[in-house]
């Protein structure tokens, strides 16, 4: 059904007379399944299909509630109005050819993108980082692009533009709440986070208790690594798996750009971050960069080595934060 599903979505969103020849799944995705469609004139396509076959992470209470802004981003509502906003910021997407909700059933939604052939940055800084320079440029408009655009209310994007309210009070309140759930999951999963759980909950504590109140809110990918930002044949950075885009402290975006871009992150730095936010959700992603692959390992997902080692880093540097 889902090939079938599958062939008459890509005529559909290709031009009819072609056929669909082949179905490649592309590696990465945990929530969703994304798969290029090859048709018979070598034509191309991406699509995203939300299934819960086609996804690893195990099931939460609370996955389904979008007023939490850190609910898993799932589904084609969520990835309809993140393309829209970022489109209207000026942010480069891949173009949206086609979409359809429930269309093969069980609870099943896809959309057709175009397809990006090139390397994504990550392969692009690794292989030649002069070459990355002007891409890592634009990177830093599109952020500061983002980062402009204010929002009075913070959440997911779909939400606050939909005049909706978020759970909690505050950035900071969401953020240590949070922490604090991962920090008692990977407690519960690893002993060394357990030998000193007290610490580290004390540490978060101290930590928010130091954040001042904030009004106004920045657009924020949230997982924006380098593997999340594509290269078109125009040298354009085009931002991906985008689901998870909310309202929220811009400071939240560039701890996980520092975490994940390393040494490249010195061209995406912004003036005028606000230090004492900054400490708090650097502990904060460390330990949901600990748990969360510690709970995903509790499923079947395939890349379990890799994962692993995620779980593993993330968890040593948490340790590190913790004052000597």
């Excluded at 890799?306 to 593993?312: D, G, S």
Aim: charge should be negative.
């Amino acid at each position: 059904m889902t090939r079938e599903w599958l062939a008459g979505a890509a005529r559909s969103a290709l031009g009819g007379g072609r056929r669909l020849v082949a179905v490649e799944r592309i590696a990465g995705g945990s929530k969703k399944g994304v798969y290029r469609l090859v048709m018979d004139d070598a034509s191309t396509a991406v699509a995203y299909l939300w299934a819960d076959a086609e996804n690893y992470w195990p099931a939460a209470e609370g996955d389904d509630d979008l007023t939490d802004p850190f609910s898993p981003g799932l589904g084609l509502a969520l990835f309809q109005a993140a393309h829209m906003r970022l489109d209207r910021l000026g942010v480069r997407v891949p173009a949206v050819r086609l979409v359809d909700r429930d269309g093969a059933g069980d609870r099943a939604d896809l959309a057709i993108v175009e397809d990006l052939r090139g390397e994504n940055l990550e392969e692009l800084l690794a292989r030649d980082p002069r070459a990355a320079a002007p891409v890592m440029a634009r990177l830093a408009e599109s952020l500061e692009a983002m980062r402009s655009h204010r929002a009075p209310a913070y959440g997911k994007v779909a939400v606050v533009d939909g005049g909706g309210t978020s759970r909690g009070t505050s950035c900071e309140e969401v953020v240590l709440d949070r922490a604090l759930r991962d920090l008692a999951e990977a407690a519960s999963r690893d002993p060394r986070i357990a030998g000193v759980r007290d610490r580290l909950e004390e540490r978060l504590l101290d930590l928010a208790a130091a954040v001042r109140p904030r009004a106004e809110h920045s657009v924020v990918h949230g997982e924006l690594g380098p593997d999340h930002v594509l290269v078109d044949q125009d040298g354009r950075p085009a931002v991906i798996d985008i689901e998870g885009l909310m309202y929220f402290d811009v400071e939240w975006e560039h701890v996980f750009l520092r975490i994940r871009f390393h040494d490249a992150y010195r061209p995406l730095a912004s003036d005028g971050l606000d230090e004492d936010r900054l400490a708090l959700y650097l502990l904060a992603q460390r330990l949901s960069l600990t748990a969360g692959p510690l709970r995903l390992l509790d499923g079947d997902f395939p890349d379990r080595t890799f994962m692993a080692a995620i779980a593993e880093h993330n968890l040593e540097q948490a340790l590190a934060l913790l004052p000597v």
